[in-house]
């Protein structure tokens, strides 16, 4: 477990300039899962939840970044009912890198990735599979 400050775990997840395999963007896209993640895992920590001050500046916090068309009452049940609810579950998928190819040069000056299957139809399906989505 590593912990950081903020600074150093906004530097953690946009890192682009690794060496190998940790440069990529399938590796910045999990770190950046990683940080959410353990953030999550504080932030519903029964220590975090009973501090009354810590709860409220990050209300604040939220409250000043975030825009939203529902009252703060709204807002409040809401995340009640996902803390409290028991029920909530969060998934978390990437697209696998086996899917694509990654060109040794730049294309029109920008790095992209090319579907191994030439057009793109796995792609489709995998996200359609993971959305739980039927074509029927």
Do not use: W
Not at 40 to 54: E, N, S, V
């Amino acid at each position: 477990v590593t912990h950081m400050d903020g600074a150093t775990a906004l530097k953690f997840v946009r890192s682009r300039h690794a060496e190998g395999e940790q440069g990529s963007d399938f590796a910045r896209s999990a770190r950046q899962q990683q940080v959410m993640k353990a953030l999550r895992a504080h932030i519903l920590a029964p220590d975090f939840l009973r501090d009354t001050a810590r709860v409220e500046g990050l209300y604040r916090l939220v409250d000043e970044m975030v825009v939203r068309n529902v009252s703060n009452q709204q807002a409040s049940v809401l995340m009640r009912d996902i803390v409290l609810g028991g029920d909530f579950k969060q998934e978390s998928k990437a697209l696998p890198d086996e899917m694509f190819e990654v060109p040794s040069a730049y294309v029109y000056g920008k790095y992209v990735l090319i579907p191994k299957d030439g057009s793109g139809d796995a792609i489709r399906k995998t996200v359609r599979d993971y959305l739980h989505i039927s074509l029927n």
